[in-house]
């Protein structure tokens, strides 16, 4: 069931929780199995009390790294988009590989980022400290160091309502340490991206990541570059 609720927390947490439960509660005879896909973590009690008031089996899938704080809540089946994500739930989950089409990689459509002969080098995600934008960034000069005519693009996508306030703390912090290293020049900002064309214009795609625990095995950004052709650069995090 999907249930339209305001943009804030009240609404996203507590008044989709309660309108979930009463759904539920008043429909409990039409469902044999109920299928839980929420990314926030408090939303799993909201998975467990419709368990027990409908007295019905409720699966629940787990994508990301929010899920295993509150992996003590006992539901009927674990679904987890990455091995990572089993090892923390146990015996009482399976691990379904989250589905890709890779069928639009490569593509013929294009940027023009820079200058013809110009070496591009890519970097694609939200500014949330995990995917170590600005660690990207403090690496720029000595990358220019050697390759001088190289041109440095991010694509960071819209805020999201749940993520704007930490995202736009990290946005302000790459721009800046983009003035503090002088990259304005250097650097080239985007918003949302068509992303196989975005792999097709780049040379390289770098994905600084800082934290994978619990998260996926390979991320799909990764994925989606090699099967443009493109190479990448990633780091080894814990």
Same mark, same amino acid.
């Given at each position: ?67 295993? @704080? ?98 736009? @703390?990290? @946005? ?41 625990? @619990? ?24």
């Amino acid at each position: 069931v999907m249930l339209q609720t305001r943009e804030t927390f009240f609404g996203r947490y507590v008044l989709f929780g309660l309108l979930s439960l009463l759904f539920f509660w008043r429909r409990r005879k039409d469902f044999d199995i109920i299928h839980c896909v929420a990314g926030h973590p408090g939303l799993a009690l909201v998975a467990w009390c419709i368990k027990v008031i409908t007295g019905r089996k409720v699966v629940r899938v787990v994508a990301g790294n929010f899920w295993p @704080r509150l992996s003590w809540v006992k539901l009927d089946r674990t679904i987890c988009t990455s091995q990572n994500l089993k090892r923390t739930f146990g015996d009482r989950a399976v691990h379904i590989e989250r589905p890709m089409d890779l069928s639009q990689f490569p593509t013929t459509r294009r940027y023009s980022f820079a200058r013809p002969g110009n070496r591009v080098i890519g970097a694609l995600g939200t500014t949330v400290s995990r995917h170590g934008l600005d660690v990207f960034v403090m690496a720029v000069p000595y990358l220019l160091a050697r390759h001088p005519e190289a041109s440095i693009v991010l694509s960071i996508p819209e805020s999201k309502a749940r993520q704007a306030a930490v995202e736009e @703390r990290g @946005r302000r912090k790459v721009e800046r340490l983009i003035g503090q290293l002088g990259l304005q020049e250097h650097v080239i900002f985007l918003g949302e991206v068509d992303v196989a064309a975005f792999f097709s214009s780049i040379d390289l795609f770098v994905l600084p990541v800082q934290k994978t625990r @619990r998260m996926a095995d390979i991320p799909t950004s990764v994925l989606e570059s090699l099967a443009s052709g493109c190479p990448v650069v990633t780091s080894a995090a814990a």
